[in-house]
């Protein structure tokens, strides 16, 4: 299994960013991709996640309303659209993948490489 994450950046307080998770080196089509955070000094905490057979989707509250997650699956791929981002969205975004969706990091068995995404006040 291999993640590809994509899409991060500087962006001013407000901005808007796309994050893109590339799955590949599998053929099993019942999974769920999930993204989590980390900034400087604090654990990684689970952002979003969906289920790439039922559509189902989760949200940390701090992102609900802002941030919208989708999955392309003749792609295998799937987007983390963010809005209306703040300073304290900054951190390191990372795709996992796992079999249901979750928010809890330690679940989730093959991890991406990262993505910074800094956000200006």
């Known amino acids: 299994v291999q993640l590809q994450a994509s899409g991060g950046g500087l962006v001013q307080a407000g901005g808007s960013l796309r994050l893109s998770c590339a799955a590949s080196?599998?053929?099993?089509?019942?999974?769920?991709i999930g993204w989590f955070r980390q900034a400087p000094g604090k654990e990684r905490e689970g952002v979003s996640c969906i289920n790439r057979r039922d559509g189902n989707t989760g949200y940390a509250d701090s992102v609900k309303g802002r941030f919208t997650i989708s999955s392309d699956n003749a792609k295998n791929t799937v987007y983390l659209q963010m809005h209306s981002l703040k300073p304290e969205d900054t951190a390191v975004y990372y795709c996992?993948?796992?079999?249901?969706?979750?928010?809890?990091?330690?679940?989730?068995?093959?991890w991406g490489q990262g993505t910074q995404v800094t956000v200006s006040s």
């Open positions: 080196g599998f053929t099993f089509d019942n999974y769920a």
């Open positions: 996992a993948l796992d079999w249901a969706c979750a928010l809890t990091p330690n679940l989730y068995d093959h």
